[in-house]
């Protein structure tokens, strides 16, 4: 089996789907519930969960609320933060029109790490994409590391999507794999993969330029990375979509976490398709899936149309 300790079939979708969306009661969160990321656990059974919601000028603000998971899957929005965890930047700075959650780690001395997307409108392309890190001492209040970007643009990678940071704490090595911009089709459809870069600090990165997930199948977008280790072996799932398509997720494993296998996808279960039903919140598209492990369960949380404007979902995976 793929995953040793996994029953060999597919994720299910909750009947709660989906459980959260943008409580539309200020300025800053009047629609969608987009890129959910899990973050400090509050106890054994709850959590808190970030998320960004779109102001009226559709900008971005990073939110959060917990969630309590009983044994049975049965969720629970205990609490709704009224105010934003992390505004847009300063004008004129990488992240000045929103920011959006990547992933979330807890590093030594419990230095909470929060990586996120900036979001810049361009003038010649649609956007420019960038990851950031903004740091807690206390897992409640994030400031931003720098008001630079915690990646940069090179010769090797010269366009300004290096974003969607997936980090873990892996024998003390951070490990980062990212989205990374490979060409602009026309100003409006950018192509990109994911890429490899690793830290000793989760700050300062090697940008190492090795190609996680090149475009294959004929995808043109290889979006948010999710991935988690499992028994010695790394474990991804990601959005990918063909031009004129819609994202579905799917999966990957890998032994180094560096060279990844995506055709073992087309012989397990473990991707996540769009609903069959029409009308349901997910019959466009499903994207941005966060996957982590809880008791004896994989829960996969994930966006569905309108890329999170219909809000967040979750399916679940029971282990052996």
């Known amino acids: 089996m793929i995953l040793n300790n996994l029953k060999n079939e597919g994720f299910i979708k909750s009947h709660q789907n989906p459980f959260f969306n943008s409580a539309k009661d200020n300025y800053w969160n009047l629609s969608h519930a987009m890129l959910p990321v899990i973050g400090p656990s509050i106890s054994e059974d709850c959590f808190s969960m970030f998320y960004c919601s779109r102001n009226n000028k559709n900008q ?4 959060r609320f ?22 847009p930047g300063k004008l004129g ?22 990586y996120y997307i900036g979001w810049k409108p361009r003038s010649t392309t649609r956007f420019s994409l960038v990851a950031g890190l903004a740091i807690s001492h206390d897992g ?10 915690l990646l940069y643009q090179n010769d090797l990678e010269p366009l300004s999507i290096l974003t969607a940071p997936w980090v873990i704490l892996d024998n ?10 490979v060409e602009w089709i026309n100003e409006d459809l950018p192509k990109y993969n994911i890429k490899y870069a690793e830290s000793i ?35 991804m799932w990601y959005s990918a979509k063909k031009v004129n398509k819609e994202y579905e997720i799917y999966f990957a494993e890998s032994n180094d976490g560096i060279n990844w296998d995506h055709k073992i996808n087309e012989k397990t279960p473990y991707s996540l398709s769009r609903s069959n039903d029409k009308n349901a919140w997910d019959s ?15 829960l996969m949380f994930y966006n569905g149309n309108q890329y999170g404007k219909t809000g967040i979902g979750l399916s679940y995976l029971k282990l052996k």
Request: hydrophobic share 35%.
């Open 140 to 149: 409640k209040n994030f400031k931003r590391h720098s008001m630079a970007p």
């Open 93 to 114: 700075c990488f992240d000045d029109n929103g920011v959006s959650p990547s992933s979330y780690v807890l590093a030594k001395n419990n230095v909470h790490h929060l």
């Open 172 to 181: 003390d090595i951070f490990r980062m794999w990212y989205v990374s911009g």
């Open 284 to 298: 466009q598209m499903v994207e941005y899936s966060c996957v982590t492990k809880f008791k004896n369960y994989l």
């Open 201 to 235: 600090d989760g700050i300062n990165w090697d940008q190492t330029g090795k190609i996680a997930l090149d475009n294959h199948n004929g995808f043109t977008s290889i979006a948010r990375p999710s991935v988690i280790k499992i028994a010695d072996k790394y474990h």
């Open 66 to 87: 917990d969630l309590e998971i009983s044994d049975e899957l049965n969720l629970k929005v205990t609490k709704i933060e009224k105010d934003p965890v992390l505004n």
């Open 60 to 63: 971005s603000f990073i939110g």
